[in-house]
C-alpha cells in the first residue's frame, strides 16, 4: 500500500492556475510572506532529495507529466512517511508556481528551520566559511554548493542581504542549504563566537598583504568573503589576516562565488597536506 | 572641442521607446540578428570601458540620467575617438533596450570579432582554458572572467551552446570577453592545435584519478572543463590526463564556473612555484 503507485494514486488534484493554493505558493517567493508564515520552497528533485531528510516538509507538489525519469515516485513516497502531505498539479498550475524555465515536477514546502551560531556542531579542526551582505542569490547558493562539496564545518551567512531561503538561493546551492551546518548572524555575534572559539578569520579581499597560497589556512580558519559590489566592510577586515588571490587580470576579475571556492579549495588543499 | 561636454551635446536623441533603432537594438539580444547582422551588443560602464580598447565599436547609445557618477563623459570621448557614433536616448527607450534591472546608462553596439585557433598569440609557457558545451551565459561569461585573472595566454570555447556574444556573457565575463585571447572551435580542430603545439590537455572531472593539486599543471597545460549538465564528452576524456577536486559533497556538488575557477588557480599556485 505505500509503493510508488499506490502516493501517485491518492489525494487530491489541483487543475487550475487560479486555485487560492496555487496563489499560495507563488506568494511565497516573497521574503515577507516566508517570514510571515515560517515556509519557504524547495523545488526540484535533486533539492528535495536532500531536504526529505533534513528539512521539516508541510507539502510536496507533483506533477508526474514533468518528471524526467529519476526516481520521482520513491522520493514522493519518502517525502510522504516523513508526514508530508502530498499534492497533485496538472501542468499548468505546475508551470505558474515553478521559479524555473523548465520545471522537472517536484516542489515541496518546508519549514524555515533555526539557524543559531550555537546550532554549529563542534569540531575538531574548524573549517568554515563567512559571508558578509552576499547581494545575489545565485551567488549565495553557489557559496553554500562550494562550501559543501570543500568540507567546511559550518557556514555563517551575516548580515544577509538576500534571504537564504528564498527560491535562487535554494537552487543555486542545489539544496546544500540543507546539508550544510547553517547559521545566520550579525557581524558582531559571530565575530564574538570565533573569537570565543579561537578560530583564525581569514578575509579574503583584493588587498591582503599575503597571497592565498603563501598563507596559513590549516588551523582553525574562518575564510570570510564579502558582497559582490563592496567587498568585506572594516570591522571584518580589522579583525582579520588578509590574503588575497594572486589575480592577472586587475581586482575586480573574479566573482564572489568563484572567489570563495579558490579560497576553500587551496585551504582544503592545505588541511589535507597538513594531516 | 573634444571634451566630455561637448560630446554629451553633439547628437540625436531619442525619446520613443517605438523608435526604429530601440527595436533593433532590442532585436540584438537574439542569436540569429547577430549572426545576421555581425554585430553584439556591450553593456554597461566597466564593459565598454574594455571594449573600447579591443572592439570595433560602431556605436555607443547613452543615457546621462541613469549614470552611476565614474567617468561616462570621458569613456564617451574615447568611444567617439575610435570611430563610434554617438547617440543619447531618454530614460523610457534606455529601459528597453537595456538588458539590466538597473541599467548604468551605457550601450554600445560593436563588431562580432574573428576568434580562429590561429588567432591565438604564441606563448612561451602555454596556460589555456578549454570549455566545453557550456549552456548558460552566466557561466561561460564568469569562466572568461576567471581565466583572465588566472592569467591564461587563451581560451578555446568549444562547441558552444550558448553563443559567446550574447548580452549574458557580455556581462557575466564584466568585458573579459574583450580582454582574454579568444577562439571559438569545434573539439576536432582544438585538439589537433593543442596536440600540434604539445600542449598538456587536462580535463577536470568528478571521475579523475588523481586530485588536482597532485597533479602536475605546471607545463605546457590546457584545463578542460564541461558542460554543467553533462560533463565532458568522451573525445576529451580519452584525449587527456584526467583529475578530479577532491569533494566532500558528491560529484554534483560543484557549479562548472566555481570548479573551472579552483582549478585554473590550483595551475597558476603550481605554475608560480615552478618558476
Known amino acids: 500500500m505505500n509503493g510508488p ?9 489541483i487543475t487550475s492556475r487560479t486555485n487560492k493554493k496555487v496563489a499560495e505558493l507563488v506568494r ?4 515577507r510572506q516566508r517570514a510571515r508564515t515560517g515556509n519557504f520552497l524547495i523545488e526540484g528533485y535533486r533539492e528535495l532529495d536532500r531536504a526529505v531528510a533534513a528539512v521539516e516538509l508541510s507539502a510536496v507538489y507533483y506533477c508526474p507529466t514533468l518528471w524526467t525519469g529519476r526516481n520521482e515516485a520513491a522520493l514522493l513516497a519518502r517525502a510522504r512517511e516523513c508526514g508530508a502531505r502530498l499534492v497533485r498539479l496538472a501542468e499548468d498550475p505546475f508551470h505558474r508556481v515553478s521559479h524555473r524555465d523548465r520545471p522537472d515536477g517536484l516542489l515541496g514546502v518546508g519549514r524555515i528551520f533555526p539557524t543559531p551560531l550555537t546550532g554549529l556542531p563542534p569540531a575538531a579542526e574548524p573549517f568554515l566559511l563567512v559571508v558578509e551582505g552576499i547581494e545575489k542569490p545565485g551567488n549565495l547558493g553557489a557559496m553554500l554548493r562550494t562550501a559543501a562539496a570543500a568540507g567546511v564545518t559550518g557556514v555563517i551567512v551575516c548580515d544577509p542581504v538576500t534571504d537564504p531561503f528564498g527560491p535562487g538561493v535554494v537552487r543555486a546551492s542545489l539544496g546544500h542549504l540543507f546539508t550544510v551546518p547553517l547559521a545566520i548572524a550579525d557581524a558582531e555575534s559571530a565575530l564574538a563566537w570565533l573569537r570565543r572559539r579561537r578560530i583564525g578569520v ?4 583584493p588587498a591582503g598583504e599575503s597571497a592565498s597560497w603563501d598563507a596559513d589556512l590549516s588551523g582553525p580558519t574562518a575564510l570570510v568573503i564579502g558582497s559582490e559590489q563592496r567587498g568585506l566592510t572594516r570591522r571584518w577586515l580589522d579583525a582579520a589576516r588578509q590574503v588575497r588571490i594572486p589575480m592577472a587580470g586587475g581586482p575586480d576579475s573574479l566573482n564572489a562565488a568563484v572567489a570563495a571556492g579558490v579560497l576553500l579549495f587551496e585551504a582544503a588543499r592545505q588541511r589535507t597536506r597538513a594531516r
Open 28 to 31: 511565497l517567493r516573497l521574503p
Open 202 to 205: 581569514v578575509a579574503g579581499t
Open 5 to 13: 503507485g499506490s502516493v501517485m494514486r491518492a489525494g487530491p488534484v
